[in-house]
């Protein structure tokens, strides 16, 4: 077999030897004959090897994932505010300052021991630590450790073909991670100027000998962001090393805006939760993808820097008739390597759903053809006809401050309503910070259904509807009063 057939086969076979129970003498050689014959026969296949290699990742995640049960077994059984007290470690971001060589100054001992605790537990014990970003929690291990990346998988049952961001803290470290003699587009250079730090993801080539395979799931591509928390880049920068991380939840669910979240959700799973409190912006970051030829920039993900602000400084810093388009993924193009393959966040997975379901409500888009807009008071007859057997019925109702059709739903008394209130629909920017916690706190509250009224997707709006069409399993229409 070539070598790189005989390292993978001696892989696989050391993985099945650790999730084995019976010992090497008692297993049955005919079997392992077969298995043999069997690789050697699909050596050349590409696909043999790639799915081979995803098994294997599988296997190890599976492994990390017992382990991490076992030693952390003792929380599963707390609540999840002694889990907090258990776990969480209090860290103030104002108390951290960054000289203007990015290395971060403390004025606080405790945030200082809980960020220095997390750095050893990350590049000593290579596990994954929980941190605070400005967009959303994220599950953070060395992203060039692919033994360390791997628990990240682990921990929150992510696919392994859904690649990661790596944070970096500087721009420094940034261009460190790129390859040789690399030039960056021109767009970028604007971008990383106004934008990093700050909630903005961006694709770089991979250079395959300083990012490992998992880190990109294969990609030729590897998504990098400098993160503004004070605690997220404090960390990196004492830790001295990119961390690779996704959001601090578990796959499909939403993401996490407060340390509560995470610990609801993973606690048990994780040993070390940095809790800086709410996140700002609410939502995650958003992810461009400015490599092609034709210099435009293209969003994978709309999240955190609003389009307008992007479209905004390309034509402050471009010669007229030269200004980069930006394109949004789905409203102005379509990829189909992209919609095949999950590297558009969200696009293959199930996404930013609480356990119970989300129904969208319609009141500012028309209904298309074939459909009719309803009443308020439709709506609701129909989910008592659908929802019989929750007596009393209980709604989520998650609306703009000055939503429209709030006050005719919630006079309807046989109801047990929840409201969650959103920022005004002038307020874009506060309903991003509030919608993951929304969908959250109502699913704790034990709701049998959450409704979510949309917004205008201005601004941040842009990525609110994104997160809310992905989370909700339907839509219909609403009347609203004129
Ligand atoms: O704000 C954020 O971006 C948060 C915080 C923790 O930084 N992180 C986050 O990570 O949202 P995650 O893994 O939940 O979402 C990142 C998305 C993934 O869904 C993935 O598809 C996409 O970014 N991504 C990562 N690498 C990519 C690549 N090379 N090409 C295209 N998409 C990529
Ligand atoms: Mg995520």
Known sequence: MPSQHSRLYRHLVREVAKA?????????KEISANFRTLFERNHQSKTFQHDVGNVLTFMHSQRQYKILLDRYNPLVDLTTEERIEATARRCDPSSISFDADGVPLFKSPETLAAIQSASRYLTEDL???VFPTETVYGLGALALDASASARIFATKGRPPDNPLIVHVSSQQMLLSLLPAGYTLPSAYRVLIDHFCPGPLTLLFPRDPIKIPNIITAGQPTVAIRIPSHPVARALIAVSNSPLAAPSANSSGKPSPTRAQHVLGDLGGKVGVVLDGGPCDVGLESTVVDGLHEDGNIRVLRPGGVPIEDIERVLIQNFDQGKVPKVLVHRRDFLDEDIERAPTTPGMKYRHYS??????????????????????P????NSLKRSLTSCTPLKIGLMTPSDSSIAQGLVNDTEVQWYQYVLGSLAEPAVTAQRLFDGFLTLEKAGVDIILVEEVSEDREGLAIMNRVKKAAGEACWIMTPV
């Open 20 to 28: 084995s129970i019976v010992p090497r003498s008692q297993r049955n």
């Open 127 to 129: 596990q994954a630590v």
């Open 354 to 375: 609480p356990s119970v379901p989300v129904k969208l409500l319609r009141t500012i888009s028309k209904p298309p053809h074939g459909e009719e807009a309803i009443t």
């Open 377 to 380: 008071l439709d709506l609701l």
